[in-house]
Nanobody
Framework: QVQPVESGGGLVQAGGSLRLSCAAS????????MGWYRQAPGKEREFVAS????????RYANSVKGRFTISRDNSKNTGYLRMNNLKPEDTAIYYC?????????WGRGTQVTVSA
């Protein structure tokens, strides 16, 4: 099993930046894709970004393209989500997931709040 743990969330003003981390324990993540999702109050969880196992391929939701950057450091068993030019509509709980074959492991999330 893999246990992702998110960190780095917080309160930031619009236009600010945050870097989220997803540290995985249990086994190495170097062979597996990682993703970030978010869920705002009253809304469904939505895709934010994903990265393949080696970091050579990334995908982004249109709403964050050009502002967010996903990356990973397999030597540290950790993934990252750099968020720039944050907007109030980015306010949500951000979740990391790791796909190990057909199994997908989720963290408990980290809160990001962007004030106007």
């Amino acid at each position: 099993q893999v246990q992702p743990v998110e960190s780095g969330g917080g309160l930031v003003q619009a236009g600010g930046s945050l870097r989220l981390s997803c540290a995985a324990s249990g086994r190495t993540i170097s062979g597996f894709a990682m993703g970030w999702y978010r869920q705002a109050p009253g809304k469904e969880r939505e895709f934010v970004a994903s990265i393949n196992w080696i970091g050579s391929s990334t995908r982004y939701a249109n709403s964050v393209k050009g502002r967010f950057t996903i990356s990973r450091d397999n030597s540290k068993n950790t993934g990252y989500l750099r968020m720039n030019n944050l907007k109030p509509e980015d306010t949500a709980i951000y979740y990391c997931n790791i796909a190990v074959g057909v199994a997908v492991y989720w963290g408990r999330g980290t809160q990001v709040t962007v004030s106007a």
